[in-house]
């Protein structure tokens, strides 16, 4: 089974612009969470989608955003960058359900935000 | 507010010895605690606990559940320095599919 992709890798804008990041989960899986990681402060949970509904939100402003499509790939969305939002964003695929449901993390994309 | 704190932040250690990481949480509605290793790229999956007093063993590393008292610790013997990662530790919560990370542990093995 091939894993979790995503594109870009690596991504430079500028402040004020938007990016829209990508991501594939492992066949099957219907559950895509995203996550932003800093040095500093850890993963930081930014949401998560099921079967093309957000089924969950972390505590991030609402210049994220993203949704989910038929085939389980998932786009998020960062409107008007700002300089902290530099970071890795992962994402990571799941069933989304059952007892043994842990996640598959893809291998990032690398934003900087000048 | 729900929280999952590691401990140490960072760790050294010489090859041969033995570590050990810990992952205290207070969260509502936990279903089970996973421990991830993160070197230069994503996280990979080591395990998922969700019993208390069950270990779980992977060569070298094994990790254990408290229930009642809150946390979870990973211990990896006779380190290498391949072990040399950034240990993360999520806990997953009882309804959805939401994982909660903590900050996680660096650990530098050196030779």
């Known amino acids: 089974k091939a894993g979790v992709t995503q594109t870009p890798r690596y991504l430079i804008k500028t402040r004020g612009q938007q990016v829209t990041l990508s991501c594939s989960p492992i066949?099957?899986?219907?559950?895509v969470s995203w996550y932003q990681q800093t040095p500093g402060q850890g993963l930081q949970f930014l949401f998560e989608y099921f079967s093309e509904t957000q089924r969950n939100k972390g505590n991030f402003p609402g210049r994220f955003s993203g949704r989910q499509f038929s085939n389980s790939r998932s786009e998020m969305n960062v409107s008007t960058l700002e300089l902290g939002d530099s970071a890795l964003y992962l994402c990571?695929?799941?069933?989304?359900?059952?007892?043994?449901?842990?996640?598959?993390f893809g291998p990032g994309t690398r934003l900087t935000v000048l | 507010e729900d929280k999952v704190v590691q401990s140490p932040l960072s760790l050294v250690v010489h090859e041969g010895d033995t570590v050990t990481l810990n992952c205290s949480y207070e969260v509502t509605n936990f279903r089970s605690l996973l421990w991830y290793k993160q070197e230069k790229k994503a996280p990979t999956f080591l395990f998922m606990l969700t019993s208390s007093g069950i270990e779980k063993k992977s060569g070298r590393l094994s990790s254990i559940l408290d229930k009642k008292e809150l946390f979870s610790i990973l211990n990896i013997t006779a380190t290498q320095t391949g072990d040399s990662a950034i240990y993360l530790c999520?806990?997953?919560?009882?309804?959805?599919?939401?994982?909660?990370f903590g900050t996680g542990t660096s650990l530098t093995v050196i030779p």
């Open positions: 990571a695929s799941s069933t989304g359900q059952g007892e043994k449901n842990e996640q598959f």
């Open positions: 999520a806990v997953v919560y009882l309804s959805g599919n939401q994982f909660y």
């Open positions: 066949s099957g899986h219907r559950s």
